[in-house]
């Protein structure tokens, strides 16, 4: 099982930025594709960003130019962020994982079997 610790979430201002990092223990991101969602108030789960253990990404259009995923392999651990923030942000995030063989960024909930508990996001 894969353990996912996130950090990094609360209140920013409108064009402001936060960073949200979540952290695999015992896991090396090279065998590993992740994954940030969200969800916002009466919203179904949103795919933000994926990336794959190739390195490859994925975004959805909303936050295209605005928002970035990275990992740190060196510290098992995933970024994302935020950057020119917008109300319409504000969900709670959460970091998905996958270490099926052939995982890639997709961005739906069914290309990962581990979820963190999230944090929330809150731009007004």
């Known amino acids: 099982h894969v353990q996912l610790v996130e950090s990094g979430g609360g209140s920013a201002l409108a064009g402001g930025s936060v960073r949200l990092s979540c952290a695999a223990p015992?896991?090396?991101?090279?065998?590993?594709?992740m994954a940030w969602f969200r969800q916002a108030p009466g919203k179904e789960d949103e795919g933000v960003a994926a990336i794959g253990s190739d390195g490859s990404t994925n975004y959805a259009d909303s936050v295209k130019g605005r928002f970035t995923i990275s990992e740190d392999n060196a510290k098992n651990t995933l970024y994302l962020q935020m950057n020119s923030l917008k109300p319409e942000d504000t969900a709670m995030y959460y970091c998905?994982?996958?270490?099926?063989?052939?995982?890639?960024?997709?961005?739906?909930?069914?290309?990962?079997?581990?979820w963190g508990h999230g944090t929330q996001v809150t731009v007004s």
């Open positions: 998905l994982a996958s270490r099926r063989a052939g995982c890639w960024a997709v961005l739906r909930t069914y290309g990962y079997e581990y």
């Open positions: 015992g896991y090396g991101f090279s065998s590993l594709c």
